[in-house]
């Protein structure tokens, strides 16, 4: 089974702050890597897909990179309505899903 | 647009099993494009994939679920539904029904609202 892990696992920052979220997995993935946020009360949401596409509707402060094992969404100005949990997760093993621990962002 | 409505009771007892139901509106569930998944999430805790089904009855499961999980679909009612059995205190979580693709879109593109299963007697 493909593992992923992401870090960290929180971090704090303020509006305005640039944001990066890393995530690893523990075998080559490709490009199959997908990245939600997930508010409380909401069912989540894919922000990037395909370890760099923007989903329609996304701001387009939030973008993704990275292939094979190692992954990063990038927030480069945080705005209040971030704050939230984040998670990747790999597609490469369709239909079978592993999502990473999750990376909480809060306000500092 | 493509909604996704979980259903169910909220309250299991401890060894029980616990039984969802999600209905699809505004697209077909026999689709041959999409899988559709369970997913939960227990409080304080992550995102964890249950299994995914295609419409053809094939059926996926976690390997640390996969001896308690049986999920299955009715495309006469548009549904697919999660049963868990032996329930315990640990199975407690907002339970999500989903939909991702199968060769295209292979990410969660659509979710229910997520519905709370507690665990308790």
């Known amino acids: 089974d493909i593992q992923m892990t992401q870090s960290p696992s929180s971090l704090s920052a303020s509006v305005g702050d640039r944001v990066t979220i890393t995530c690893r997995a523990s075998?080559?993935?490709?490009?199959?890597l997908n990245w939600y946020q997930h508010q409380p009360g909401k069912a989540p949401q894919v922000l990037i897909y395909s370890a760099s596409s923007l989903q329609s509707g996304v701001p387009s402060r939030f973008s993704g990179s990275g292939s094979g094992t190692d992954f990063t969404l990038t927030i480069s100005s945080l705005q209040p309505e971030d704050f939230a949990t984040y998670y990747c997760q790999q597609s490469y093993s369709t239909p079978r899903l592993t999502f990473g621990g999750g990376t909480k962002v809060e306000i500092k | 647009q493509l909604q996704l409505q979980e259903s169910g009771p909220g309250l299991v007892e401890p060894s029980e099993t616990l039984s969802l139901t999600c209905t699809v509106s505004?697209?077909?569930?026999?689709?041959?494009?999409?899988?559709w998944a369970w997913i939960r999430q227990p409080p304080g805790k992550g995102l964890e994939w249950i299994g995914s089904i295609y419409y053809s009855g094939s059926t996926y499961y976690n390997p640390s679920l996969k001896s308690r999980v049986t999920i299955s679909v009715d495309m006469s009612k548009n549904q697919f539904s999660l049963k868990l059995s032996s329930v315990t205190a640990a199975d407690t979580a907002v339970y999500y029904c989903?939909?991702?693709?199968?060769?295209?879109?292979?990410?969660?593109?659509?979710w229910g609202q997520g519905t709370l299963v507690t665990v308790s007697s």
């Open positions: 075998q080559s993935i490709g490009g199959y």
């Open positions: 505004g697209g077909s569930i026999s689709s041959s494009t999409y899988y």
């Open positions: 989903a939909r991702h693709g199968r060769a295209i879109q292979l990410w969660l593109a659509y």
